[in-house]
């Protein structure tokens, strides 16, 4: 079992930047994939960013890439999501989210693949 606790969202004017970071209890952290997703008001759950147990991979949805960054720390067990260039298009509640089974890099991109999920923290950006 692994419970993961994002924390860092909060409002920002357009243009500014924030870090999301994300705790994960559990064994064998290091071995999973984990991912962010975000969902705003009325709309479905979207894939933001991803990265395998190896550091070396990582993948983002197109309205991000370019602008965040993901990365963890396995000593640590956090995984964090940093957020630059951010416009009002990216206010949300954003989740992060692991995987102990996906069998690629493109399966972390669907939401199915994950086996456990945070509560979410919101992000706001003011224009």
């Known amino acids: 079992q692994v419970q993961l606790v994002e924390s860092g969202g909060g409002l920002v004017q357009a243009g500014g930047s924030l870090r999301l970071s994300c705790a994960a209890s559990?064994?064998?952290?290091?071995?999973?994939?984990l991912g962010w997703f975000r969902q705003a008001a009325g709309t479905e759950r979207e894939f933001v960013a991803a990265i395998g147990y190896s550091t070396m991979f990582t993948y983002y949805g197109d309205s991000v890439k370019g602008r965040f960054t993901i990365s963890r720390d396995n000593a640590k067990n956090t995984v964090s999501l940093q957020m630059n260039s951010l416009n009002p298009e990216d206010t949300a509640l954003y989740y992060c989210?692991?995987?102990?089974?996906?069998?690629?890099?493109?399966?972390?991109?669907?939401?199915?693949?994950?086996?456990?999920w945070g509560q979410g923290t919101q992000v706001t950006v003011s224009s």
């Open positions: 989210a692991a995987s102990g089974s996906y069998s690629s890099m493109s399966l972390l991109r669907t939401m199915s693949s994950y086996d456990y």
């Open positions: 559990g064994r064998a952290f290091s071995t999973y994939g």
